[in-house]
Every structure is written in structure tokens, then in C-alpha cells.
């Protein structure tokens, strides 16, 4: 039964124009998912990593700035923000002075770009879903193409599986639920697929530096790319010490069978494992999926495997449809961008600073990120202001997508540069000028509205 859905899903792909790079990778992990691969990664098979911090790194600023001329950018940009209400690129949400993530990121590479004398391109990963506003939305910067090089890239797509029997799932009442993404994994398939990496090489790139698109810490420092030039690794991944908010994610870990570094992902994670998981004097660094990568090793090991990398798989069940419960089971096969790191013999970490990873995943994210918690310069890097990043937990009920939040900060967020925590239970509408001290909790009633210039302080404020 397997085989013929594995013919089935094949068919189908091949149907759907899917690259025939894809095609293979996902055979590949049929393969694995027939044989009752999970994926998991004892802790038993691993043993805590240390590495050296960006800080105590030197890197003269000629060989920075000469290591940023034959660097390359790509964001990857395949998200929606469907978590917070969204339905378009997750990218083109407003994060300061009407600015989206994409505004930001634009103008920090042309200012590199101008700073210091690099061609920089930017390139984004899209999916089929973010590519036609992505590109209108870059369409006002018309310096930002770079000769002989895409804007854009799609990464690929491949069907869900029934989990009863490994067959493609059919689902005639919206035929696109059918497919899903590989998982940021696939930007490796996807940039030999389309031919990008070989342009790369071509144009005399030998490097670059790949991060999420709702992350604007990730910019593509020079000081880090005179760092991971001078290493003369493969593959490099910036790393950042787990704080209490991270117990739950994934971290780095290096496999006693044969030395080599590993991503192990929460969703590899036994059950039996999880307190270790979350023991962040153990396993004291996760991934910001900031990657640096050499463009001649990935094309050499591409090339070796046959396009097919090899990355470890993440068996992910969900519903056909996420947001019905009733509709079929069906296993989606991932695969992580980081987890890239146990393929190159010689790969390495660098612990950096907080300020290289922001990512917005939630509402809570976005209120810090659009208050005066960060300052925004003339290079658009984000400069943090306060000591420590507060704590924030809106109600879901109010908060959770980006119109019902827009809605309750009408006139911007509340100063938080002096905030520890906020918290919000209820429906409650912040005016003007609000500003928070300390650690404040808001309990409100229905409709409630705090007035423009109020303090609110915790008592010990």
C-alpha cells in the first residue's frame, strides 16, 4: 500500500510541476516513514556544546568588509502569520513608523551595501502564497535588484499523507489544503532546484547568509562574515543562550557516535527526554536560524548526495485542515534548515547577543518590537534600549491576531523601555502616551480604556 502511495505522491508532484530535486528528497523520506523512522534523538545518543562568543572575537574591518562583498542575502519568507489572523506574507506587517519587515530589511542592506562598497544582494525564499505581494511590496526599491540575480526563489511543496496508509490526501473542498511546505529544509533543495546556487558561484559569491524574514536582529553583519570567512568552516549556525522562555524549544547538542554537531528540534524530542530538554544548564544554546553557509561545500555535498541532503526528518501529524479538528489525520514530512549543521564535516557554532535574535511569532513579540524598547537608527539595525527585554502576556481572547491588537493600540504601544512585564486579562484599549513600570498587571473590564499619559506601575515601582 505504501509503495503505491509513494507512486501516488510522485505522480502527483510531477503533475503539479514540482522539481524533480523535490521529488527525490521527498521519496527520500517516504522512505524513512515507511520503515517507521520518527526522527527522535535519544538523549542518550548526545552530550551538551560549548563554543566562543562573537564578543571576544577580532576581525579586522577589511577583511569584514571584503567578506560582506562576496556575500549573499536570502530571507526566508514562505509565512503567512496564519497564528495571528493574518493571510498574506507575514513580512508585510507594519513594525515601526510604517515600516513593514521588509521596509527594514531593505534599507539595512542598501545601507551595507552603501557602507561598504559590497553588492550584497537580497534574494527571498517565497512560497506560492507570499511571492506576488512580497515583490509588489519591493517593487518601490528599484536599486535593490542586483545583475544577473533573482529577487525571489519558491521553495517547493509536497503533498500530505493520510497517516492510515502513506496516500496523498484528497480534499476536493479546497484542493490547496492538499499540500503543504517541506520545512525551511528545503531551502537547500530549492536553491539547487532552481539554479541558484549555481548562479551564485558564478557571479563569484562564496558565501551566504540565510535567516527568517521576522527576525530583523539577523542582519547580515560584517563582523560576522569576517568571522565565518576566517574560519574556513561550511557551515556556521549563530547560537544564543536558552532563557527560561526557550525550555520548550529545541537547542544544540553534539552525537557521541561520531562528533558531530546536531539541532536536536522539540518535535525529536522523547517524551522521557523532556525534562533534559528543558535543563538549560545542560543544553545551554538554541538556534536563532541565522546560518551561514559555503557556497561551494553545499554544491560539493549536493552534488555527492544527488540533491538530496539528507537532513533529518520531523514527522509532523496535524488535521488536513488545521483549523478543523474532524478532518482527516495526516503526517506532514519536515525537515529543519538548521538541522543542515550534521551533514558538514567541520561545522560550527558562535554564541552572539539576544540583539541578533527577535523574531516575531506572536502579538506579544509585535507590542515589544513596535515600542521604545528598540531604538531604530539611520542604518535601521535594531539598537535595544532597555536593560532586559519585559515580559508580555496579552489576553488571547482580545490580542492574539494582529486586527483585534491593532484595534486596542490605536495610537501605538505603551512605553515599555522601563517595563519588566505586562500582562493583560481582558478587553482593555490603550490610549496615547501610555507608559508601564515595572512588572504591571492590567485586569479590565469589558471595554475598558486606559487614558493617554497614564503611568502604571507595579508597586514596588
Not at 524533480?20 to 524513512?32: D, Q, S
Not at 507575514?90 to 557602507?115: M, W
Not at 557556497?295 to 514527522?315: C, F, N, S, W, Y
Not at 473590564?445 to 502604571?456: C, H, S
Request: proline residues 5%; negative net charge; contains cysteine.
Amino acid at each position: 500500500m505504501t509503495a503505491a502511495g509513494l507512486d501516488a505522491a510522485r505522480a502527483k508532484m510531477q503533475a503539479e510541476g514540482v522539481d524533480e530535486n523535490a521529488i527525490r528528497t521527498f521519496a527520500h523520506y517516504y522512505g524513512l516513514l515507511e520503515n517507521g523512522e520518527t526522527g527522535m534523538i535519544p538523549e542518550s545518543t548526545i552530550e551538551p556544546v560549548g563554543m566562543e562568543s562573537l564578543g571576544d572575537v577580532e576581525v579586522e574591518d577589511e577583511a569584514a568588509s571584503a567578506a560582506l562583498r562576496t556575500t549573499a542575502v536570502i530571507k526566508l519568507n514562505g509565512g503567512l502569520g496564519t497564528s495571528m489572523g493574518m493571510d498574506r506574507a507575514k513580512s508585510l506587517l507594519c513594525v515601526r513608523r510604517g515600516l513593514s519587515f521588509l521596509d527594514v530589511i531593505a534599507r539595512q542592506v542598501l545601507h551595507l551595501r552603501e557602507q561598504h562598497g559590497a553588492p550584497l544582494p537580497l534574494i527571498l525564499m517565497n512560497s506560492f502564497r507570499t511571492s506576488a505581494d512580497t515583490m509588489a511590496a519591493l517593487a518601490r526599491y528599484e536599486d535593490l535588484p542586483v545583475a544577473g540575480l533573482p529577487l525571489e526563489f519558491l521553495q517547493n511543496k509536497e503533498p500530505k499523507l493520510l497517516v492510515d496508509d502513506l496516500t496523498p490526501v484528497e480534499w476536493p473542498a479546497d484542493p490547496t489544503l492538499e499540500w503543504c511546505p517541506p520545512g525551511h529544509g528545503d531551502i537547500y533543495t530549492a536553491m539547487r532546484g532552481t539554479g541558484l546556487l549555481d548562479q551564485l558561484l558564478a557571479a563569484g559569491y562564496e558565501r551566504v547568509f540565510i535567516s527568517n524574514s521576522d527576525n530583523l536582529g539577523a542582519t547580515p553583519d560584517p563582523k560576522v562574515a569576517g568571522w565565518f570567512a576566517g574560519t574556513g568552516a561550511p557551515f556556521a549556525i549563530e547560537a544564543v543562550r536558552r532563557t527560561p522562555s526557550d525550555r520548550k524549544g529545541g537547542h544544540f547538542a553534539r552525537r557521541k557516535a561520531d562528533d558531530r554537531l546536531v539541532l536536536r528540534e522539540t518535535a525529536q524530542t522523547l517524551d522521557e527526554d523532556k525534562a533534559a530538554l528543558a535543563d538549560l544548564e545542560r543544553h545551554r544554546y538554541c538556534s536563532t536560524n541565522n546560518i551561514w553557509v559555503d557556497l561551494r561545500a553545499l554544491k560539493t555535498v549536493l552534488d555527492e548526495r544527488d540533491g538530496v541532503l539528507g537532513l533529518p526528518m520531523i514527522r509532523n501529524e496535524k488535521n488536513v485542515d488545521p483549523a478543523d479538528k474532524s478532518t482527516p489525520k495526516v503526517v506532514q514530512v519536515e525537515s529543519a534548515m538548521g538541522a543542515a549543521i550534521e551533514v558538514f564535516e567541520g561545522a560550527t557554532l558562535i554564541e552572539v547577543g539576544r540583539d541578533r535574535f527577535v523574531p516575531v511569532k506572536t502579538t506579544n513579540d509585535l507590542l515589544v518590537l513596535r515600542s521604545d524598547v528598540y531604538a531604530v537608527g539611520e542604518d535601521f539595525v535594531l539598537d535595544q534600549v532597555s536593560d532586559d527585554l519585559p515580559f508580555i502576556d496579552l489576553d488571547d481572547d482580545f490580542y492574539k491576531l494582529v486586527e483585534d491588537f491593532d484595534s486596542r493600540f490605536p495610537e501605538g504601544a505603551p512605553s515599555l523601555v522601563q517595563a519588566t512585564a505586562l500582562r493583560v486579562q481582558g478587553d482593555v484599549t490603550f490610549g496615547k502616551g501610555v507608559e508601564v513600570v515595572g512588572d504591571v498587571t492590567v485586569a479590565g473590564e469589558a471595554g475598558q480604556r486606559i487614558e493617554p499619559g497614564t503611568v502604571l506601575k507595579d508597586a514596588d515601582a
